[in-house]
């Protein structure tokens, strides 16, 4: 008899959770079954991933046990997924088909577990990162809005919000690195604080998503995803610049990663800045310019118990305010000048007008991010946790009289925190049970007070359980 019960059985569970699980196999073509060179197979769940060899051939160790769709991709081929048990060696081959429709994007990570499009119970729509490039915009959210069922509400230089089936503010959720992104988004003049270029993938959950992401997801859901981790041993650098001839914007992005000895990293710096804007009718529109700098970075770790990454971000956002006073007698637009004693208004030079700095009367945005993302195996089953803290700061000035004075500031922090327990998939069924909310502070530090200063707790349980039965895909919750 085991003097121990205890430790015996907890010692037993963690041999089991981390014994040595792996997937190898080759990926070939369908028709020739010549080994592909440098496909890639990626766990989304896990966020790991590798290539294939000169002989078409794949290894993923130390992957934790349990059921993972796994997504294959290589250019010029079409698109394949699999569900497969990972416990102790698994061997699983792929065969690829040559396709024009080059890396169609079927895989939804917006739900408890990464899911294929076509079985998911609700309207999502995902926009790879070739379309995000090729619409060039000031922002990301302007960047999506001309997809079908979204639009956009765009009140000054680089401010877009999301608009799905006419909901908007409150009433759509975006997330940002599977957070909440949490500013001032009751306002007009409140953009979504995230770098564009930051940004690989965007889902779109179009209807009610109350029952996983909070009673704030009425309307749908925007899911910003950010690049994928880098296979082991990989490194990638590359210098993004591109340029907008009505406003001179000027957009440069650095970015490299890379992965080794299962840690895995990443960091961007992007500068974008723009003079005034012009209209047939208008020209230049004065104090129309604005400047955004932004950085973010990432480290993580990923074992045969899951993964466990931190990752930071800022961004900033300085837009002058257009306030479309003109000369009585020419007709130009003016600016608010102040000279110690009187106010008075100076006609715009041409210089002014191609000025990259906005002037007396802006706004300056600032957003702070830091994010703890975790995934640890028991079992067959596994928990993913994520914390994370956000500081929004936004300084309006619009009084010359007072010019390093900020009329209306706004500063909130917020402490965001989910967890989820995914079981094993049992006769198909998924299912997964968590809490998620968050805890804020809004704090008025300004002259002029627009809402009051509030302290709010977010709590919310939930169980959530989908199968799939043929064509058809099921799902389901129970929100507490």
């Known amino acids: 008899m085991t003097k121990y019960p205890l430790l015996t059985l907890l010692t037993l569970i963690a041999i089991t959770s981390f014994a040595q699980n792996s997937l190898s196999g080759k990926v070939v073509t369908s028709l020739s079954n010549k080994p592909l060179i440098g496909a890639t197979i990626y766990l989304t ?29 290589m250019l010029g081929y079409a698109f394949q997924t699999k569900i497969i048990k990972i416990e102790n060696q698994v061997t699983q081959d792929f065969a690829l088909e040559e396709s024009l429709n080059e890396l169609q994007e079927v895989i939804i990570t ?16 995902k926009v790879p990162s070739s379309y995000l490039q090729q619409n060039a915009s000031t922002n990301i959210i302007e960047a999506i809005s001309k997809i079908p ?10 401010i877009t919000k999301p608009v799905i089936r006419g909901l908007a503010y409150n009433r759509v959720v975006t997330l940002n690195d599977g957070i909440r992104q949490e500013g001032q988004q009751w306002g007009d003049e409140f953009g979504i604080e995230v770098d564009a270029n930051s940004v690989d993938q965007v889902e779109i959950l179009k209807g009610p998503g109350s029952l996983a992401y909070g009673s704030d997801a009425i309307a749908g859901v925007i899911n910003l995803i950010p690049e994928k981790p880098l296979p082991e041993g990989k490194f990638k650098g590359n210098i993004l610049q591109s340029y907008q001839t009505n406003n001179g914007l000027i957009n440069t992005s650095l970015h490299a990663s890379g992965t080794k000895n299962g840690i895995s990293w990443s960091g961007r710096l992007t500068n974008i800045m723009a003079h005034a804007y012009q209209n047939k009718n208008d020209g230049y529109v004065l104090n129309s310019q604005f400047n955004n700098f932004a950085y973010d970075g990432t480290i993580g770790v990923h074992r045969q118990w899951g993964y466990s990454q931190v990752h930071f971000s800022y961004f900033q956002l300085q837009t002058g305010i257009v306030s479309g006073e003109r000369d009585s007698t020419t007709g130009k637009f003016t600016q608010a000048a102040f000279d110690g004693t009187n106010q008075f208004s100076l006609i715009a030079t041409d210089q002014e007008l191609h000025s990259y700095t906005p002037f007396l009367i802006n706004q300056n945005v600032q957003h702070y991010k830091a994010v703890w993302d975790n995934s640890f195996a028991i079992g067959p089953s596994r928990i993913a946790a994520k914390l994370a803290f956000q500081q929004n700061s936004r300084q309006e000035k619009n009084d010359p009289t007072i010019p390093n004075t900020s009329t209306i500031f706004y500063l909130l922090n917020t402490v965001n925190y989910d967890v989820r327990y995914i079981f094993p998939e049992v006769n198909h069924f998924n299912i997964s049970a968590g809490t998620n909310g968050m805890i804020q502070d809004s704090q008025n530090k300004g002259t002029l007070l627009l809402i009051p200063e509030y302290n709010l707790f977010d709590l919310g349980v939930f169980t959530i359980a989908s199968r799939a039965i043929g064509k058809f895909s099921l799902s389901g919750g129970n929100p507490l």
């Open 45 to 73: 769940d896990l966020k790991t991933g590798t290539n294939t060899q000169e002989d078409g051939s794949y290894q993923l160790l130390n992957v934790p046990r349990g059921w993972y769709l796994v997504e294959v991709t």
């Open 110 to 125: 917006g739900t408890s577990v990464a899911t294929e499009r076509r079985k998911a119970p609700t309207s999502i729509t």
């Open 149 to 158: 069922g979204v639009a956009g509400i765009t009140d000054g230089p680089g």
